[in-house]
């Protein structure tokens, strides 16, 4: 383990530590400007689409598997859970955010496996090489994704409501 962890490079430990911050800061009720709001859910997908172009490349099967996960998850999470609990203040443009100690664990969940996979790689284990490997790892990574596009969504059914009620 001290060898995987001295062969890391030091941005890793810096990237890690950003979004533990980030991710620990979701788990307070907050107020948060309507263009921020967005900012998580959108950097996330960029996070796991990074995460699929550097390992695969932007290849068909690891994006379509992508693409299915994160539209699956994304439906689920927004029709069976959506988080009423999200509020929209039009006068002053924030939306309020209760907290939750699930995004933590999809931002570290997304972190993990990269470095998982990373590692691996690494290793030169032949796992890492397999197709299917890049089709199982990018449907984790867009159903992972999937969670912050429900949330989204639920950011812009809460303006939505907001607005029609105004």
Known sequence: ??????H????????????LAFGLLQTRSRNVKAALAYVLPGGMVALS???????????????AAWAVGLT?????GYKAFPNKD?????????????????PLAVIMAIFVTKYAFAVLEGF???????PL??????????CLSGYFVARAASLVTAARLRQSAA
């Open 1 to 6: 383990m001290l060898q995987i962890l001295s």
């Open 8 to 19: 890391t490079p030091r941005w890793v430990f810096a990237l890690f530590a950003a979004l």
């Open 49 to 63: 689409l990074a995460g699929i172009q550097s390992s695969f490349g932007f290849r068909l099967s690891p994006l």
């Open 72 to 76: 699956a998850i994304a439906v689920i």
């Open 86 to 102: 999200i509020l929209f203040n039009s006068e002053n443009g924030t939306f309020y955010i209760p907290g939750s100690w699930v």
């Open 124 to 130: 030169g284990i032949a796992v890492a090489a397999n």
């Open 133 to 142: 490997t890049a089709v199982a790892l990018s449907l984790v990574y867009g």
